[in-house]
């Protein structure tokens, strides 16, 4: 049966009884989440820069072995589960280039760009991931829901309506606050 033939209930029945402790249930998720979860690394990886040594199976395998030891999480629907997913593949691109930056001499500072320009500099991706992160890390101390709006947007690549199902609000205050959160990150990023 193709992942798609599962219903939405039949992987939130599978996230909770891995939550409840049935590795049995996760062994039986992993396929039916595969996918979407390599779709969300696509997505990552287009905003990573042109060299980046991680592939995107890499990248879903990290981000894997992190969701594994969180056996005691609620999970509270596949959207939250998703959501959860996309939040740990950025930190996984973020602690990556990191590492690979601490081991080079005279690693360059992070560039400060709009969200739009960022998706334009291809060589200069993950700088600008780098420092779209520190943004994000700001807002999130601000406004942690606006924080998570982006996160699940613009790196999940998450919709709308797929957002308003994790944070459990509505796609309008989803639209309005991702303005409002883009409006901020842009004045953030554009500081000298």
């Known amino acids: ?25 996760l062994d039986q998720l992993v396929p039916l989440v ?7 690394a696509e997505h990552y990886m287009a905003h990573a820069q ?28 596949r959207a939250h589960f998703f959501g959860v997913a996309a939040q740990l593949m950025r930190h996984v691109l973020v602690d990556d280039y990191r590492e690979r ?20 500099h291809a060589d200069e991706r993950s700088a600008d991931l780098i420092a779209l992160d520190d943004a994000l890390e700001s807002l999130a101390r601000l406004d942690e829901r606006k924080s998570k709006i982006v996160e699940l947007r613009y790196f999940g ?3 709308v309506e797929e957002t ?26 554009s500081k000298s």
Do not use: C
């Not at 595969?34 to 969300?40: A, C, K, M, Q, V």
């Not at 991680?54 to 879903?60: H, K, P, V």
């Not at 930056?101 to 334009?120: F, T």
């Not at 308003?164 to 953030?188: H, K, P």
């Open 101 to 120: 930056q601490a081991g080079k001499r005279g690693g360059g500072g992070a560039l400060r760009v709009s969200l739009a320009e960022a998706e334009a």
């Open 164 to 189: 308003a199902t994790v944070l459990q609000v509505s796609a309008r205050t989803i639209n309005r606050e991702w303005g409002l959160a883009q409006a901020w990150l842009f004045r953030e990023l």
């Open 50 to 77: 042109a060299g980046q040594l991680l592939q995107a199976s890499a990248l879903i395998n990290e981000a894997y072995l992190r969701l594994i030891d969180w056996k005691e999480m609620r999970w509270e629907n």
């Open 34 to 40: 595969h996918s979407e979860l390599h779709r969300i």
């Open 1 to 25: 049966m193709e992942p798609e033939a599962f219903s939405t209930a039949e992987i939130t029945q599978l996230l909770t009884a891995w939550s409840e402790g049935e590795v049995a249930a």
């Open 157 to 159: 690549g998450l919709s």
